[in-house]
């Protein structure tokens, strides 16, 4: 009797639910030091494993991907149709995402009537100058960017390198055809890393519940599920609108295929390590051309930063409220603009909205000490806001491939096989 094997989706989200209640009883039940040595020995080693295997292949994937996505555009004005698009799309949605959270946070007041412990000494990293990050979007090395996985770098010269090959016309179809082999290569590679997803998976989500439990989110509850209902919202409401009024595509067809996605960006945090998943399923299942894929998603996990952005309004509004502060209209407009404007080039990698809030906090004049007060809690929430940072990615690619009419539609609303 032939059985039919589990799809790797399913797997994937099977090993994300175990691994919340293995944490939990773990972190409830088991000595601290047993949960120390299952640490170090299998969790830590085994999703890192995991990880540095997705991370591996985003630098070489988003070099070959996007020179042959801009090769493959080939018309220059179109190029600068498509970018125009997206980066308006990203701005807009990054900056309709904020707002939300502030109108939410003003409404709900998750700072107001309850007592928080000491802050948690932080100490803020610089955030960088705004025009600081133009000028270094240039780089002086291409392969000392590659090596130090330098995204905005990797962006601009792939994308310079592409429409020179372009203009090189027919005498650059060789490389051409090379570099479509590679990157079909890489997509192999991101299969094969995949199969060991369930256990990374594992390993990932317990151990951040074993060590944060389910106590530290106690105290900031109201803070918490604020965040939490305000990014259901942009991934629900906003992002489901978007892709049935501007997209012109049924919303459920999306999320069946792309929730895999959101479940390794949940477990990685990290915008960056779910590109070559994010490439993967846009492409495939999705039906966006790579030209368009290729360009689109490497470029938002760098620039695109709504649920991270979120969660600046909401931090902001708490901040505040702990503190006795309160943010005028006009502040709350340079909350919007501050945090729309810092997530330009702020790295796809666990932890950065942190950074960001410091930027947030310091143009209105709010006390960055306030960030010790929800950085327990961050690890976790983090996790949830990765996972819209890389929808809304994925959304605007969907949607900037149908205005292009390039969007396969019959794969786009194919039934996903078992």
Known sequence: MNKKKMSIANQVLIALIAGIVFGILANSFFPKPFNEGLSKWMLVPFGNIFLRGIKMLVAPLVLVSLIVGTASIGDIKKLGRVGGKIIAYY??????????????????????????????????????????IFVNMIPTNPFEALVKGEMLQIIVFAILFG???????????????????INEVLLKIIGIVMLFAPYGVFALISNVIIFQGIDVLLPLLKYALTIIF???????LVYGSLLKILGKVNPVSFFKKFWPVMVVAFSTSSSNATIPVNLETCEKKLGVPESIASFTIPLGATVNMDGTAIMQGVASIFIAQIYGVDLTISQQLMIILTATLASIGTAGVPGVGLVMLTMVLQSVGLPIEGIGIIIGVDRILDMSRTVVNVTGDAVGTVIVSNSEKELNLTTYNSTLSA
């Open 230 to 236: 305000v990014l259901l919202v942009q991934v629900l």
């Open 91 to 132: 701005l807009l949605t990054t900056a309709l995402a904020i707002t939300i959270a502030l109108f939410v946070a003003n409404i709900v007041n998750p700072g107001i009537g309850i007592n928080i412990p000491a802050p948690k000494e932080f100490k803020p990293t610089e955030p960088p100058f705004l025009m600081d």
């Open 163 to 181: 429409i020179s090959l372009a203009l090189f016309g027919e005498k650059g179809k060789l490389l051409l055809d090379v570099l479509e082999n």
